[in-house]
């Protein structure tokens, strides 16, 4: 009987395991996004499927555990300061938003005949957005470092943090017979507070102590356990204190932001995190009640539609209100418009205290992952119907009759660092671009970048490259650096140009459209690099000097066999690795060189 149970419990785990590795490829494959692989492959093996699985709530109860550990890394890269730089948007965007979705949403609960104490949980209910969802998609499109990315996570950690005064304001509203003794919410409240400075005190006092004895003891597995210790312990204490298990993670997280583990920490609990959120997602799919569904489909599915346009409308005021861009509005409107893993808590409490039956929980509960279920498919609608949308240009300047000395075009970290050494002799430097997100984020560091596509000639013109003295071409796109070059040489050629360049080829292409300069954007870190490598297996600093000068020299030469050759010429003066020699110094072989620069073909750097 115990090996017939142990089977059982290991066929589960390979069905669980195999429903997320066969849907998540096939619905990234047709581009649906993973999110909703994972939730339609778990109504395909729950309950309302092929019934591999009874009792969904059980796992759902595990697999939270993802969304705490991706709380704690996003903690761990929410400095304290930068988490104190997003205090406005957290309490300000976050308590304009829920104020409003709030009250519009209970307007709507009324509307369908609940009474105000039901519509009232309902619609916080699905206030709370899902943040396992958002952040993942968030992540999945790089968007979590970028501004537009790190309002909607200030919104998401306000949201969390409103699940306590909810369960207090719960517990308040029912009746005294379900709530208890007046004494015991006093009660809970120090529970709480006790926790949560417990948590703190461990953080500041406790963690990195701890970690610096475990590293010192060199022993991987140990750092491993004691990165999901801190994980969960911290989840458990808040829990014990009636909190979010989210929120003690992201304070852990937070707190060992400035800690020199960070990194490691995050190493060792990325694969659990990944796991155990596929499994979140596996479990809001088993959990959507399709008999619930069936039997009360008109209120179910109006209420779907009803509380998901009133909140994106919502958002979408807030956002245009405070300042946000139409497109931006719109994707945070359509992003936030579901419910989330918390509407979940707080309907089993009301329903806990007796403020809601049994019936008006399933309905509620139903509604809230159909709308975390139709998100992903949201998102993709407004990919595909307004993908011709402008780009919005709202806070960025385009040129109009710059005149720097120097026309910057492209401002990444190529160009960026091309820029300090202009600047630091006082040169006036127009830069241009076309990465908005970037521009924006320039500006916070002092920079004025304007928008402008260096392929066009009327923006090179307002860009002032008629009377520039030097062009820095310094894109990332070899074909629009190739292009730009060819226009700015035959358009303007008062001014000195210089490319970066991707690699030999395209650094071939720009000679050939005629730039004065190029430099391959990793020719001089890697020669540097050689260079210390040297060094760093004890060759002298000056003979390993020489070492990189010859390099230098034969890249030179064989750079210019290349442009009359082809990009296969000049390979003789590679030094490859077929046949090993032993590490041999330029000096003890006099004349082996000499035979090689008395033969060479009369080319110099």
């Known amino acids: ?63 939270e555990l993802g969304v705490v550990m991706f709380l704690f890394i996003i903690g761990l890269e929410m400095r304290p300061s930068h988490l104190w730089s997003l205090r406005r948007e957290i309490f300000g965007l976050g308590t304009a938003q829920i104020a409003l979705c709030s009250a519009a949403m209970t307007g709507v609960g009324l509307l369908f005949g609940f ?25 999945e499109r790089g968007d979590l470092a970028l501004p537009r990315g790190q309002r909607i996570v200030s919104i998401l950690l306000f949201e969390d943090l409103l699940i306590v005064p909810l369960l207090a ?52 597995e140990v750092m491993t356990a004691a990165a999901l210790l801190v994980v969960l312990g911290a989840a458990l204490l808040m829990q014990i204190g009636g909190l979010s298990m989210a929120m003690g993670a992201f304070l852990a997280g937070v707190l060992l932001s400035e800690s020199t583990f960070r ?67 719109l994707d945070r409107a359509v992003l ?28 509620l509960t139903a509604i809230v992952v159909l709308s975390m279920t139709l998100t992903p498919l949201a998102i993709i609608a407004l990919r595909k119907l307004s993908p011709k949308i402008a780009l919005s240009l709202e806070g960025v300047d385009e040129p109009n009759g710059l005149s720097g000395s120097v026309l910057l075009i492209g401002f990444g970290r190529f160009g960026q660092v091309v820029s300090q050494s202009l600047l630091a002799r006082g040169v006036e430097v127009s830069i241009i671009d076309t990465d908005v997100e970037m521009i924006e984020s320039a ?35 070899r074909a629009a650096a190739t292009v730009t070059a060819q226009l700015i ?10 490319a970066r360049s991707f690699d030999r080829e395209h650094a071939l292409d720009l000679v050939h459209a005629g730039v004065d300069l190029q430099v391959r954007e990793t020719f001089e870190s890697a ?63 006099p004349s082996r060189r000499d035979h090689e620069e008395e033969h060479a073909p009369g080319i110099s750097a």
């Open 527 to 589: 020669m540097r690099f050689g260079e210390a490598a040297l060094v760093e297996l004890g060759v002298p600093v000056d003979e390993a000097a020489e070492v990189v000068a010859d390099i230098r020299r034969r890249d030179a030469e064989r750079f210019e066999l290349e442009l009359v050759g082809g990009v296969r010429a000049g390979t003789s003066l590679l030094y490859g690795n077929m046949q090993q020699t032993p590490l041999i110094a330029p000096k003890p072989r």
């Open 115 to 139: 009474p105000p104490v039901v519509a009232f949980i309902g619609a916080m209910g699905f206030v709370l957005t899902s943040t396992a969802i958002v952040m993942q998609i968030l992540g």
């Open 443 to 477: 500006q916070t560091f002092g920079f004025k970048v304007y928008y402008g596509d260096g392929t066009r000639l009327d923006v090179l013109h307002a860009s002032g490259a008629g009377s520039a003295q030097l062009i820095a071409i310094c894109i990332d796109d």
């Open 1 to 63: 009987m115990a090996a017939q149970a142990q089977g059982s419990e290991l066929v589960n785990v390979v069905v669980l395991l195999a429903a997320g590795v066969i849907a998540v490829p096939v619905f990234k494959r047709i581009g649906l996004g993973s999110v909703l692989g994972y939730l339609a492959a778990g109504l395909a093996i729950g309950p309302f499927g092929l019934g591999f699985f009874a009792d969904p709530q059980a796992i759902l109860h595990v697999a």
């Open 336 to 363: 936030m418009a579901q419910g989330g893993e918390f509407a979940f808590v707080l309907f089993s409490a009301a329903a806990a205290a007796k403020l809601i039956d049994a019936e008006i929980n399933a309905n």
């Open 489 to 498: 040489k035959h358009e303007f050629p008062q001014a000195r140009l210089l």
């Open 263 to 329: 990194h490691q920490l995050e190493a060792d609990v990325e694969p659990f995190r990944g796991i155990l959120l596929g499994l979140f997602f596996l479990s809001v799919g088993m959990s959507l009640n399709l008999t619930v569904v069936a039997a009360n489909w008109p209120l179910i599915v109006g209420g779907v539609l009803a509380l998901m346009v009133v909140k994106a409308v919502c958002i979408y005021i807030v956002a245009r209100l405070l300042k946000s861009c139409h497109t931006e509005s």
């Open 169 to 220: 304001l719960v517990a308040l509203m029912a009746p005294p017979d379900a709530n208890g003794a007046t004494h015991s919410r006093w009660l809970d409240i120090g529970i709480a507070m006790a926790s949560l400075a417990t948590l703190l005190a461990a953080g500041i006092w406790l963690l990195n102590p701890l970690f610096r004895v475990l590293a010192a003891a060199k022993a991987r």
